[in-house]
T-cell receptor, first 112, second 115 residues
């Protein structure tokens, strides 16, 4: 079945450093979504990318969708302690419409 | 964004009993609801996809007779863990979407502890 792989699993950074998490799917995705889950909380939607090669920015966060629509990345510039949490990518497969599959997530720790 | 309410937020039950978890979309009609299970420090494992008025589609390895899902209306889906055992203890989260390939809104989650 469809698999969504995400790396790294954990990342510890000093406040002010950059952070990137990568997402790869075993199948082509119709779109990719990114979520953030704070400790003890539930996932919260950040953004959705639909077009091949699409790049979107939200303040210090930059999201990219690969040309083949099988991979994506989230880059945070100059991390802050408020960025702490687990970031998940999730995708609806092109051939498996209706099923939202999550990557394993990357847990970010930021040292002040 | 849209609001999804999940209840209860936590529950402790005895082995052998059944527990029902409700997931409601408060301000939109959810064509599809998803049920996930999350172990500590792990990802969300999709258990089943539920569409209003039809039978849920279960993922491989998920026992449909143990995890009963009912999606009776466009705003309510329920997950019943039947004959619960300690290994069923976990964090269960529902999410709802308004259409295919759209943003998913998550409930607060239910922490189930079976003793």
């Amino acid at each position: 079945g469809q698999q969504v792989m995400q790396i790294p699993q954990y990342q510890h950074v000093q406040e002010g450093e950059d952070f990137t998490t990568y997402c790869n799917s075993s199948t082509t995705l119709s779109n990719i979504q990114w979520y953030k889950q704070r400790p003890g909380g539930h996932p919260v939607f950040l953004i959705q990318l639909v077009k091949s090669g699409e790049v979107k920015k939200q303040k210090r966060l930059t999201f990219q969708f690969g040309e083949a629509k099988k991979n994506s990345s989230l880059h945070i510039t100059a991390t802050q302690t408020t960025d702490v949490g687990t970031y998940f990518c999730a995708g609806f497969s092109s051939g498996n419409t209706g099923k939202l599959i999550f990557g394993q997530g990357t847990t970010l720790q930021v040292k002040p | 964004g849209a609001v999804v309410s999940q209840h209860p937020s936590w529950v402790i039950c005895k082995s052998g009993t059944s527990v029902k978890i409700e997931c409601r979309s408060l301000d939109f009609q959810a064509t599809t609801m998803f049920w996930y299970r999350q172990f500590p420090k792990q990802s969300l494992m999709l258990m089943a996809t539920s569409n209003e008025g039809s039978k849920a589609t279960y993922e491989q390895g998920v026992e449909k007779d143990k995890f009963l899902i009912n999606h009776a209306s466009l705003t309510l889906s329920t997950l019943t863990v039947t004959s619960a055992h300690p290994e069923d203890s976990s964090f269960y989260i529902c999410s709802a979407t308004q259409g295919v390939d759209t943003e998913a809104f998550f409930g607060q989650g239910t922490r189930l502890t079976v003793v």
